[in-house]
């Protein structure tokens, strides 16, 4: 039986810097109270495997929507991603503080990202 709730993978892409990313902790309690069902993937702190586990992550989640969360040092690793991701079909979500400084000028540079998510506000998604 297949799920009404959107299953989303929101992931934080490789950076020079590490740390845990807060905002998608808070993203991810949002979407849960909007009725999604998020899934949140590290790729900057675990980074063992990386490509084969976020393969492996997609083929079990099934998402609906993959959704990236960028910083300023980890926007060219996530447009990578996006454009393997692609093949996919899924839409591609670009978030985080890259995304709230750039706006929509984001899409224009990055050909890979479907749709930004500047504010955090899981109503965003949803409209």
Do not use: W
């Not at 740390?19 to 900057?44: I, S």
């Not at 492996?56 to 980890?74: L, M, Q, R, T």
């Not at 990578?80 to 591609?92: D, F, N, T, V, Y």
Request: with cysteine; charged share 25%.
């Amino acid at each position: 039986m297949k799920s009404s709730k959107p299953k989303i993978l929101l992931i934080d892409p490789p950076a020079p810097t590490k740390g845990l990313n807060v905002g998608l902790g808070f993203l991810t309690e949002g979407l849960k109270r909007k009725g999604a069902k998020p899934y949140v993937f590290d790729m900057n702190n675990n980074t063992q495997n990386d490509r084969q586990r976020l393969m492996e992550k997609i083929k079990f989640v099934k998402p609906d929507a993959i959704g990236f969360s960028i910083h300023y040092n980890s926007i060219l690793q996530a447009h990578e991603l996006a454009r393997s991701l692609k093949k996919l079909k899924k839409p591609i979500i670009v978030g985080g503080p890259q995304a709230c400084v750039q706006g929509s000028d984001i899409l224009n540079k990055f050909s890979f990202f479907d749709f930004i998510f500047p504010n955090n506000n899981p109503d965003e998604i949803f409209n």
